[in-house]
């Protein structure tokens, strides 16, 4: 079975500043999917960005881009210039693609992001 | 509509009661997803769905929970002789199909609280 892995319950960052989420994986697959999840506090789920294992690009979506080593089972997260509208829990998550109909996401623990004024 | 929808939002139940909870997917969403994220944890796989076939049942904890979506659309969460450990956030998450690239949108979810 798959597992996710986020090692920082918690993380702080001044605003405007840039920082990274770290988060690892374990798998015997070779094809998957990855995902960052970002919950306000309003509890909603909501995809911040994801990245096909096959792609050796790393995935960017405006501030928000990856850092993925497929070696070494590593996802993190870095987000730049940030704003307080980006404090929220994170959470990192796998989706296998195993060629049949289980696309079920495992999630890691989280991280709870502060963004300081 | 717009998005995923679940109701109720809330529940209160006293212990040794049975609760139903609905999601109401995505228009035109053949797989549907449901989760359930105690506080201060990550989302953790229930069951889903594919139309209205059950594919994967594992993260069930117990008998005392099944779900159905005998149409294809909506499905329904039951939780039998509800325990205090059941209370949780109770998520719905829908997707195109069960597809590699699809998307899963989750639902605001259902706190449930057994007292």
């Known amino acids: 079975a798959q597992t996710v892995t986020q090692s920082q319950p918690e993380m702080s960052v001044q605003e405007a500043e840039t920082v990274t989420l770290s988060c690892t994986y374990d798998?015997?697959?070779?094809?998957?999917?990855l995902f960052w999840y970002k919950q306000p506090p309003s509890r909603q789920m909501i995809l911040v960005i994801r990245q096909e294992a096959y792609k050796q690009q790393n995935a960017t979506e405006n501030r928000f881009s990856v850092n993925f080593q497929k070696a070494a089972k590593s996802f993190s997260l870095k987000i730049s210039d940030s704003q307080l509208g980006d404090a929220a829990m994170y959470f990192c998550?796998?989706?296998?693609?195993?060629?049949?109909?289980?696309?079920?996401?495992?999630f890691g623990k989280g991280t709870l992001l502060t963004v300081n004024p | 509509g717009a998005g995923v929808s679940q109701s109720p939002r809330y529940k209160v139940t006293k212990r040794g009661q049975d609760v139903a909870l609905r999601c109401d997917p995505i228009?035109?969403?053949?797989?549907l997803y449901w989760y359930r994220q105690a506080l201060g944890q990550g989302p953790e796989f229930l069951t889903d769905?594919?139309?209205?076939?059950?594919?994967?049942k594992s993260g069930l904890p117990n008998d005392r929970f099944s779900a159905e979506r005998p149409e294809g659309s909506i499905s329904t969460l039951t939780i039998q002789r509800t325990e205090q450990r059941d209370s949780a956030m109770y998520r719905c998450?829908?997707?195109?199909?069960?597809?590699?690239?699809?998307?899963?949108?989750f639902g605001p979810g259902t706190r449930l609280t057994v007292t």
């Open positions: 998450a829908s997707s195109l199909t069960s597809g590699r690239a699809h998307e899963q949108y």
């Open positions: 769905f594919n139309y209205e076939a059950q594919q994967d």
């Open positions: 798998t015997s697959e070779s094809d998957y999917y």
């Open positions: 998550a796998y989706r296998s693609f195993s060629g049949g109909s289980n696309y079920k996401l495992t």
């Open positions: 228009s035109g969403h053949v797989s």
